[in-house]
């Protein structure tokens, strides 16, 4: 999404004075006011992706142009500061206040050029009141007290909002040719932007829980600007007495995507999966396990490791129960990403060392049983089952070769 630089601010307030006074002014030769609407072109830009992680996914804006006023605007609801205090902190708990910005589409058009992003423009089947109706929404949406607002991304981002500003002032309805019988979750969607990027798709998917597994509707699918952009090109506008109009009056392109300034998929990273990773890990633990099961005695290292990484993962998830994401605060992934076993690994370990099964180990057995029944309602991030597994057999190894309590070697 794109970030607005300070030094902007002052040109978009002169430039949008002329907007505000020419949708505000009551010109009293109405035909004359006609003709001068009817020259406003309003458009939905969609932009390509980029290769920063908050802008994988594309980004939504309006164009307002006024030839008579040597007037062209871009209208972005995607402006945030990212050196806010506590930005990151505030996002995870879903907390960011974006704004709606307004500057020259000129300027507009440069941040985009330079980072090798493209930018396809709609021009909107609008008729004068329509045009009016929006030009004088924008103007309010502008005001001080308006132009913030809680952003989400799923249920209110830059998107939706450039979407709604158009759709709510357009005369009749918009309706959409769609096939509602597909209904993908918002999970399988993200996938569709983030498969080039493993690292970046798991780390959306931990935190994602139940919830961004559940079916979406049409309308809910268009938080991503593709989505959007491909319902607009086929979408008809009903007016209230039963005629039909396209939504969309011509399609053009302003700036072509240059792949190499934004295609990051040959990075090592990417060469490197999450599965294989997980994978090598659990072959390594499986190998020591039978080396343990000879000796009858668990690596106490090992257990050590794999506690505290287990036990600081799971806090971050445990945090989410906070967060005003809804998709968030339900993750079963909790079940093996477990905030108690930072808890318990100093007394897990300290019993070890002396030969001892803390009762622990059957407690987490039991929730990674429940993780793998998980299965049913929740698609886990990559490598989620693997790590699943691996632990299990670490449960299994201290619970088979330690001795309880109180209870003698044999």
Known sequence: MKRFKDFFITICLVVLSSLTTYAQTQVTNESARQTAADDITISLLTCSPGSQVWSLYGHTAIRFQDPAHDVDLAINYGMFNFNQKNFIARFVFGITDYEMGIEPFAFFLQEY??????????????????????????NNNYKPANRVYRYNYFYDNCTTRARDILVNNIDGRVTYDT??????????????????????????DLLLGVKADAHTTRTQQQFLPDTLRKDFDHAVIVAPNGTHRLLVDSTY???????????????IWDDISPIMIFSTIALLIFVLALLELKRKKPFWFIDATLLTTDGLAGLILFAMVFSQHPTVNLNLQILLLNPLSIIFVYSIIRQQIKGLCHWYWKVLLACLVLFLLGNIFQDYAEGMNILALTLMVRCIINIKTLRTKGKQPA
């Open 113 to 138: 050029a330079r980072n090798g992003r493209g930018v396809i423009g709609q021009r909107l089947n609008l008729t004068t009141k329509e045009k009016e109706a929006i030009a004088d929404a924008l």
């Open 179 to 204: 096939n509602d019988a597909v209904s993908p979750s918002y999970r399988q969607m993200t996938h569709q932007w983030t498969g080039k990027h493993r690292w970046s798709q798991m780390g959306n």
């Open 253 to 267: 392109t302003v700036l072509q995507p240059y792949p190499s300034y934004t295609d990051t998929s040959n990075d």
